[in-house]
């Protein structure tokens, strides 16, 4: 199994143990996809999604944020495009009866190229040592060169048949490259059938004729739905955005990669109205200032990438992934998409309503265009708690597992520790934590030896150990430990709302924004 498997793994079982994501339901065996967070894991959640939402309305005059329901008239569904095109090429296989989705076998397979090709250039590196030219080797050994050509021949032939909706060639392609069932092993393989990703519910009671509802894919339509009520209300001038946070729902066929793929997650999505003309612009000012976001929150910017899609969906006149290199690969954190006015048109088309902006500028009616901006709450969550992880090896046997969570946003601020549970050290520590807790989140622990403690936090990423000892009741100091450099300093009891809102408030993050 390749290594960053391993530590993927790895990274699963602490959120688990650290109370920070659970499998949904896990004493009746689980629920597939879906997942809660725990104690610690609410509050990593909650924090990122301030960051944004602070960010969006806080940061920009021209932002309002809005919270919409997540049962919708399903007529939106209809005119959005999600009743007839929001489904994915499934498969099943006939021998293990199990689904899969006909584009990631494929993908798996195109994949398969990638791990031949890393091998070779591997088992080169380990032959030629030092004086290894890995971009030479990759440019000219011929085994490298063979599978490349094969991986691209693939990849075409896939990216036409999904361009095209070829469902037939897609099952095609899986026969002719012998793709078999990772479960039973066969090539057994149904046709590939198009399957609708939105979950139905009724709403009313059947008796009188219930009405057949959807749980929402995104948050988007909310906000398109909702925007003349907040422009007229808010007295909004274009262009103005509207932000929304909120749960969506997707019947996933292939639920992988822990909370990368679920079927119950959150968004954080903005939309963002301008004039038509003006769009390309904006996109690309949404462009950077998203990419800035993530990067002013201290991940290493070497693991973000942009993804210029080439092929566009009918309605968008441009699109960007932000990317972030997770164990599994850089994969898509956040979509920003230049959507023209097709939602907010459908919406004037199937509702019947004008839903026109009058412009005081330019004097006349139109519907605007939108630029929207996208994020997964669990995938941000995903990537924070990938890169933060660290298994330190501190030397002399010694080790520890920490999560180096930029201060702003980690679960826990601080620790207050008693450095022994008597000659009043606990009560002077639960003083200064009774003292702290309404500006941090503050925990007090005294169980086991220090050093037991200070594992404990660095394990749930505490930035701060404020621990309490007999100097303290002389002179009101206190040894105030940092996480990540472990360094212990004395600083006095009364500096350390001050030291510690310095480094852990959420506008140290926002004012680097601006
Ligand atoms: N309104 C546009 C929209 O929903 P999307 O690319 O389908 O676009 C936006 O989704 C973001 O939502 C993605 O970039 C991803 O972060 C998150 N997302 C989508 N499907 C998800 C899933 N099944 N599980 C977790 N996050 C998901």
């Given at each position: 199994m390749a290594k960053q498997e391993d530590v993927f793994k790895t990274i699963v079982a602490h959120a688990k143990e650290y109370g920070f994501v659970f499998q949904s339901s896990e004493i009746y065996d689980g629920l597939s996809a879906v997942y809660d967070y725990g104690q610690n894991g609410v509050e990593l959640k909650n924090?990122?999604?301030?960051?944004?939402?602070?960010?969006?309305?806080?940061?920009?005059?021209?932002?309002?944020?809005?919270?919409?329901?997540?049962?919708?008239?399903?007529?939106?569904?209809?005119?959005?495009?999600?009743?007839?095109?929001?489904?994915?090429?499934l498969i099943d296989n006939k021998d293990s009866k199990k689904r899969y989705r006909a584009d990631v076998l494929i993908e798996d397979e195109i994949a398969k190229f990638d791990e031949k090709i890393n091998k070779e250039v591997a088992k080169a590196a380990k032959r030629f040592g030092e004086s290894f030219d890995e971009a030479m080797f990759r440019q000219t050994n011929p085994r490298v060169l063979e599978h490349a050509r094969k991986r691209d021949e693939l990849h075409t032939r896939?990216?036409?048949?999904?361009?095209?909706?070829?469902?037939?060639?897609?099952?095609?392609?899986?026969?002719?490259?012998?793709?078999?069932?990772?479960?039973?092993?066969?090539?057994?393989?149904?046709?590939?059938?198009?399957?609708?990703?939105?979950?139905?519910?009724?709403?009313?009671?059947?008796?009188?004729?219930?009405?057949?509802?959807?749980?929402?894919?995104?948050?988007?339509?909310?906000?398109?739905?909702?925007?003349?009520?907040?422009?007229?209300?808010?007295?909004?001038?274009?262009?103005?955005?509207?932000?929304?946070?909120?749960?969506?729902?997707?019947?996933?066929?292939?639920?992988?990669?822990?909370?990368?793929?679920?079927?119950?997650?959150?968004q954080m999505e903005m939309q963002f109205f301008v004039r038509p003309g003006e769009e390309l612009k904006w996109f690309d000012h949404w462009r950077q200032t998203r990419l800035r976001w993530h990067k002013?929150?201290?991940?290493?910017?070497?693991?973000?990438?942009?993804?210029?899609?080439?092929?566009?969906?009918?309605?968008?006149?441009?699109?960007?992934?932000?990317?972030?290199?997770?164990?599994?690969?850089?994969?898509?954190?956040?979509?920003?998409?230049?959507?023209?006015?097709?939602d907010l048109s459908q919406h004037e088309k199937f509702s019947g309503k004008k839903i026109q902006y009058f412009d005081p500028e330019l004097n006349e009616s139109y519907v605007p265009y939108v630029i929207e901006t996208s994020i997964g709450v669990d995938r941000m969550f995903l990537s924070v708690l990938c890169s933060c992880y660290e298994a330190q090896d501190l030397g002399n046997g010694d080790s520890r597992v920490v999560l180096h969570f930029p201060a702003p946003i980690a679960p826990v601020k601080c620790a207050v520790l008693p450095l022994v549970k008597k000659d009043g050290l606990p009560e002077k520590a639960r003083e200064i934590q009774h003292r702290l807790r309404f500006d941090f989140t503050c925990q007090y622990d005294e169980k086991d030896s220090i050093g037991k403690r200070y594992r404990r936090q660095d394990?749930?990423?505490?930035?701060?150990?404020?621990?309490?000892?007999?100097?303290?009741?002389?002179?009101?100091?206190?040894?105030?430990?940092?996480?990540?450099?472990?360094?212990?300093?004395?600083?006095?009891v009364d500096e350390l709302e001050k030291i510690l809102g310095d480094v852990v408030s959420l506008n140290s993050l926002l004012k680097k924004l601006i």
């Open positions: 924090n990122i999604k301030r960051y944004w939402w602070e960010a969006m309305t806080m940061l920009n005059d021209n932002i309002v944020g809005i919270d919409s329901a997540i049962f919708m008239h399903p007529t939106i569904w209809k005119a959005s495009g999600h009743v007839d095109a929001f489904n994915d090429p896939f990216a036409e048949a999904m361009n095209a909706n070829d469902l037939n060639e897609l099952k095609q392609i899986i026969l002719d490259y012998e793709i078999v069932d990772p479960i039973s092993g066969t090539r057994n393989w149904t046709d590939v059938r198009q399957f609708n990703l939105m979950f139905k519910t009724e709403m009313g009671s059947t008796a009188d004729g219930a009405m057949e509802v959807y749980l929402r894919p995104e948050t988007a339509q909310g906000i398109f739905v909702n925007y003349l009520n907040v422009q007229k209300t808010g007295r909004m001038r274009i262009p103005f955005g509207i932000a929304q946070i909120g749960k969506a729902f997707r019947n996933e066929i292939v639920a992988r990669q822990f909370i990368f793929r679920m079927r119950e997650f959150e002013v929150l201290g991940l290493g910017d070497e693991k973000y990438r942009y993804h210029d899609h080439e092929k566009l969906a009918h309605y968008a006149n441009a699109a960007t992934d932000i990317e972030f290199q997770m164990p599994f690969g850089f994969k898509e954190v956040e979509g920003i998409h230049s959507r023209t006015n097709f394990a749930i990423g505490t930035p701060y150990c404020i621990t309490v000892d007999h100097q303290t009741l002389e002179d009101n100091t206190v040894t105030l430990r940092e996480r990540d450099s472990m360094e212990q300093r004395r600083v006095s």
